[in-house]
């Protein structure tokens, strides 16, 4: 499988990453493109993928990443265009929906747009996708195999994408502030700050492999640590006084203003 990345920014490095340490595929089958020359081949470098242009990109490749920010991709449309009709075109351009790339695209063009966020990086993303693309079935199921591998692949109604955008994309920066903020407490109390950090983190992950594997309800996780008058429910009763459920439903509803 061969993957042509436009655009090399930080989330399609991520998702170059991704694929490359978690996804089984080899750097040589990807090849990036970007308008920054020198820029690219020191990103390329590092990643010990290839660089090349855009057409380079495309043409080569059965998986396209149109990763550039949402003002480049007519231009990026005119310039490629002709050489996407049969592959699997991915747009991680936030904003541009698959109704404007139909507009733009020549016939023949298949296209998902999704949404990433940056754990793909270390297998562990999620890719938010529109369900009104136009892959035809054997390529989705490629598509989903292939990103499969790093992410959680999930399908929303056109409608749902931003706002699924924003519960995967956005609140990574959220729990690295619980992290902080767990670790902080640690070291308030006496512990270093690296242990602290492991502690936290591990269990952060734990927790969420833990709900994910078992589908049990996480109000029922809860309750299974809380023992009657035990010290786990005091400090869950002190984070429903402090109002941090009320605090994170506003932190998204901040957002979607």
Do not use: W
Not at 17 to 43: F, Y
Not at 143 to 169: H, M, N, Q, T, Y
Not at 250 to 255: S, V
């Amino acid at each position: 499988m061969k993957i042509g990345i436009i655009g090399l920014g930080s989330m399609s490095s991520a998702i170059a990453k991704g694929l490359i340490a978690h996804g089984g595929i080899a750097p040589e089958n990807i090849t990036a493109s970007a308008r920054n020359r020198a820029r690219l081949e020191s990103k390329c470098s590092e990643l010990g993928i290839k660089a090349g242009t855009s057409a380079e990109a495309a043409e080569s490749s059965d998986i396209v990443i149109i990763g550039v920010i949402p003002g480049q991709v007519e231009a990026v449309a005119r310039e490629i265009g002709h050489l996407l009709p049969d592959k699997i075109t991915v747009s991680i351009a936030y904003g541009v929906s698959h109704e404007r790339y139909m507009e733009i695209l020549p016939e023949g063009c298949n296209v998902i747009c999704t949404v990433p966020n940056t754990p793909v990086e270390v297998g562990k993303g999620v890719f938010v996708c529109s369900n009104d693309h136009s892959l035809t079935k054997e390529q989705f199921d490629v598509f989903k195999d292939v990103f499969g591998r790093i992410s959680l692949v999930e399908l929303l109604s056109p409608e749902l994408l931003d706002l699924g955008g924003i519960v995967a994309g956005s609140t990574p920066a959220f729990m690295d502030m619980v992290i902080e903020a767990l670790s902080d407490a640690a070291v308030l109390h006496g512990m270093p700050r690296d242990t602290s950090y492991r502690l936290v983190e591990k269990m952060m992950e734990g927790t969420a492999a833990y709900a994910m594997e078992s589908g049990t309800h996480p109000a029922a996780l809860k309750d299974g640590v809380c023992s009657p008058g035990g010290a786990t429910i005091k400090g869950v009763a002190s984070l429903e006084e402090s109002g941090m459920r009320g605090a994170f439903i506003k932190a998204i509803a901040a957002i979607m203003k």
